[in-house]
């Protein structure tokens, strides 16, 4: 069965900072993996998407991941945090014909 | 193209009591599911629907949830009796395809109250 892990559940950096947050999933078979953003009171919006080709993936709002197999992660990174991008995080794994399966989630927070 | 339509926004019931929720999804999409996303926990499928046939509802508490699709569009999602532990955003979404590549479009969700 997949799974995914988030490591830490909040996260806190300046504004103009570096964003990393962390994902490591466990798949059998080659994952499809996402990102996907939740702002307070709304639903999740997908931030950025691997299935299949380059392992570097690019997403809205200047968010990119790299898909890594030797070190089953898919981190997520932003090079300058803006006071916008708070909200909380969530990566997520499926493959072919399987559910989609999500990590516990990590809040950003950006500080002014 | 229209999002993800969930109403009510929010509901707050005592334990015991029946709710139903509803949703529309994006014209087009086969795929609809239903997600239960508990305080500081990431969401969790509920149930899945291809069209109007059940794809997965292995996590469905079948004692007291109930979900349908009828004609292979809106949803209801109903929970009778209710209890505590039930308290959640009940998140519905919708995609084109169902090989697990295709990304969720979400609505905003219903936040469940139970007292």
């Known amino acids: 069965a997949q799974s995914v892990t988030q490591l830490g559940s909040h996260v806190s950096v300046s504004e103009g900072a570096l964003v990393l947050l962390r994902c490591n999933y466990s798949s059998s078979v080659p994952p499809y993996l996402f990102w996907y953003v939740q702002y307070p009171n709304q639903g999740l919006q997908l931030l950025l998407k691997?299935?299949?080709?380059?392992?570097l993936v690019k997403g809205i709002n200047g968010f990119e991941a790299e898909f890594k197999k030797s070190e089953t992660s898919f981190h997520l990174t932003k090079p300058s945090a803006h006071m916008s991008d708070a909200a909380e995080y969530f990566c997520?794994?499926?493959?072919?014909?399987?559910?989609?399966?999500f990590g516990a989630g990590t809040i950003l927070r950006v500080k002014s | 193209e229209a999002g993800v339509a969930q109403s009510p926004r929010y509901k707050i019931i005592e334990k015991r009591q029946s709710v139903a929720f509803w949703c529309n999804p994006i014209s087009g999409h086969a795929t609809l599911y239903w997600y239960q996303q508990i305080l500081g926990q990431g969401p969790k499928l509920l149930i899945q629907?291809?069209?109007?046939?059940?794809?997965?509802d292995s996590q469905l508490p079948k004692d007291r949830f109930s979900a349908e699709r009828l004609k292979g569009v809106d949803s209801t999602l109903k929970i009778q009796p209710a209890k505590l532990e039930d308290s959640a955003v009940y998140l519905c979404a919708s995609s084109l395809g169902t090989g697990g590549k295709s990304p969720l479009h979400f609505g905003n969700g219903t936040r469940l109250t139970v007292t």
């Open positions: 629907f291809q069209n109007n046939g059940v794809v997965d």
């Open positions: 997520a794994v499926s493959r072919y014909g399987n559910k989609l399966v």
């Open positions: 691997y299935t299949t080709g380059a392992t």
